[in-house]
């Protein structure tokens, strides 16, 4: 089966830029997770998918990020204006259900110049 | 919150030899304890995980095991081979398996 699929898979841009992340999860995984790693600091949840549905965005580090899964496929996070410190490695992973291990994406690396 | 401390931070070790990674976890409702593999360029793999009804699990190479009370589980790798040489995170989670608390991760490199 294909795997958690992630573009851009590098993305450069300037502070008060706009940017949009596109993860498309396995086929047939409701439950799709957004994480970050920035800095080289540990990889933190940002948000939870289940279905077309935010189940926890308790993560989400402020209103500049917007998470959306229209029609319960695949996903996208836009950042809103862009920060320096919005740079990081984005991750999505997804799993079949809310008890199954996460199946994660190469990840999206995002550089805010 | 559950916070995930894991060490050591770099790890060298020989062809043949073992490696162990620990982490300490400070939530003790957590009861799922994933371990995952993270290569140069690609997202994390998971390699193995545990429940927290289980005290010990092995695949092959691999081993974790968990000691509940005192709160921390280890990863253990015998035989190291090359392709061994990746980023190692453990993590740890309340109820759900998917919003997980991962440690800083453990850069292990194998020498021939």
Known sequence: ???????PSHSVIEKGQTVTLRCDPISGHDNLYWYRRVMGKEIKFLLHFVKESKQDESGMPNNRFLAERTGGTYSTLKVQPAELEDSGVYFC???????????FGNGTRLTVT | GENVEQHPSTLSVQE??????????SDS??????????ELGKGPQLIIDIRSNVGEKKDQRIA?????TAKHF?????ETQPEDSAVYFCAASVGGWGKLQFGAGTQVVVTP
């Open chain 2, 74 to 78: 280890s990863l253990h790798i015998t």
């Open chain 2, 16 to 25: 043949g030899d073992s490696a162990v990674i620990k982490c300490t976890y």
């Open chain 2, 29 to 38: 409702a957590s009861n799922y304890f994933p371990w995952y593999k993270q």
């Open chain 2, 64 to 68: 974790v095991t968990l000691n509940k």
């Open chain 1, 93 to 103: 992973a997804s799993s079949q259900q809310g008890d199954s291990p996460l199946h």
């Open chain 1, 1 to 7: 089966e294909a795997g958690v699929t992630q573009f």
